[in-house]
């Protein structure tokens, strides 16, 4: 019984957005985690909706606060709420814009008592109509100060079913999960899939450690990219690892880190800024 609570901690610590954790297990009834994220990222390289390099002369950033959370309906149902309660987009160029991200709502099922395999259906829901101009910094030769739009939401509204599958080990302090993600898009947008795999393991009887894989591949019998500003995700292919850390700082309280990059390695780069997301911040569980 204390090796599976030890599996199902681990998992549930992690079910953070842009590397977000799936896994076969739900909580107990009436349990909860909340966890807290600040992220940043910076990168000047582009690869276009051809997954082609481009100079794009200046750099992109953007950086958020994530509130995440999870609570046990009953022992097979998990309830989950995702909010970018702050999120913050910029070039080297321009100004910074600030709001809300996409909130999702989504419910998750484990299917079998006797292996951890769960189905999670979730509503991305727009916190906006994908507009957030920002101007530049300088004017142009003309004396006119540009805008550019960098938007906090894709503005419209997206259904993601997910299909996921976990093992813990019989030494109580490592499992692996597999998932199978299908986002289903309004608003003449791709659809996306995306598949990934981690595995992660107990040090010290402190500190989690764990190992992500995911790629996102589109789904459309069409050949042309919806245009737009790459922040939309249309046409946005990928492969993207990472290492997450957890530390108990008590026995409810954790202090968790983690950094996510890009590659080519399974899935080319398409539509995406390349570079690397730090975040930190803390959890709390019960």
Known sequence: ??????????????????????????????????????????????????????????????????????????????????????RLNSFSTTETVAGVGNIQLAIKYRLLKSFPLSLQVGLDIPSNDGENFARSNTADDFGQFNEINLPLSDGEFNVRTTLAASHGFANGKTYASTFTSINFRTES?????????EVGHLFFDKLYLI??????????????????????????????????????????????????????FLV??????????????????Y
């Open 211 to 264: 190992g992500k894989l995911k790629i996102q591949e589109r789904l459309s019998s069409e050949n042309n990219v919806q245009s737009g500003s790459f922040l939309y995700g249309e046409g946005t292919t990928f492969t993207n690892f990472g290492l997450t850390s957890m530390y108990k700082l008590t026995s409810h309280l954790n202090l968790v880190a983690n950094y996510s990059d890009y590659s080519g």
């Open 189 to 197: 947008f791709s659809n996306q899939l995306q598949v990934g795999a």
């Open 1 to 86: 019984m204390k090796n599976n609570k030890y599996i199902v901690l681990l998992v549930f610590s992690f079910c953070v957005a842009y590397v977000q954790a799936q896994s076969g297990w739900t909580r107990e009834a009436k349990g909860f985690y909340v966890q807290a994220t600040a992220s940043y990222f910076s990168s000047n390289d582009y690869y276009t909706t051809e997954g082609r390099l481009a100079d794009q002369g200046s750099t992109f950033n953007s950086g958020g606060l994530l509130i995440y959370g999870e609570y046990g309906i009953s022992d097979r149902f998990t309830a989950i709420l995702d909010v970018p309660l702050v």
């Open 268 to 285: 080319e780069r398409k539509n995406i800024y390349d570079g690397g997301t730090f975040s930190l911040g803390l959890s709390l569980e």
